[in-house]
Nanobody, 125 residues
């Protein structure tokens, strides 16, 4: 059974930084990809970033390009999201997720197979 545990959320002022972590267990992830999504109440989960576990290649939403960096540590089975120059509009519940190898769109939450419980990020102005 795959388990994902996020950590690192918190309250930060605009312009500040946070690093989220997602510890994964339960299987090997070669060929899989992992992503970060975020959600605010009343809205759908929004794609933030994705990393392919084996290659390390990455994709970002336009809203976070140049500010956020996704990475993974294969030895620790952990994914990270370094968030710099945070803005109040980044405030959300952040989730990590695992996507099985397929051609389904990476930016759609429904195509991810496993989810963590979420970690809250709040950016004050």
């Amino acid at each position: 059974q795959v388990q994902l545990v996020e950590s690192g959320g918190g309250l930060v002022q605009a312009g500040g930084s946070l690093r989220l972590s997602c510890a994964a267990s339960g299987r090997t992830f070669g060929g899989y990809s992992m992503g970060w999504f975020r959600q605010i109440p009343g809205k759908e989960r929004e794609f933030v970033a994705k990393v392919w576990w084996s290659s390390g290649n990455t994709l970002y939403a336009d809203s976070v390009k140049g500010r956020f960096t996704i990475s993974r540590d294969n030895a620790k089975n952990t994914m990270y999201l370094q968030m710099n120059n945070l803005k109040p509009e980044d405030t959300a519940l952040y989730y990590c997720a695992v996507k099985s190898p397929s051609s389904s769109p990476y930016y759609t939450a429904a195509h991810y197979d496993y989810w963590g419980q979420g970690t809250q990020v709040t950016v004050s102005s």
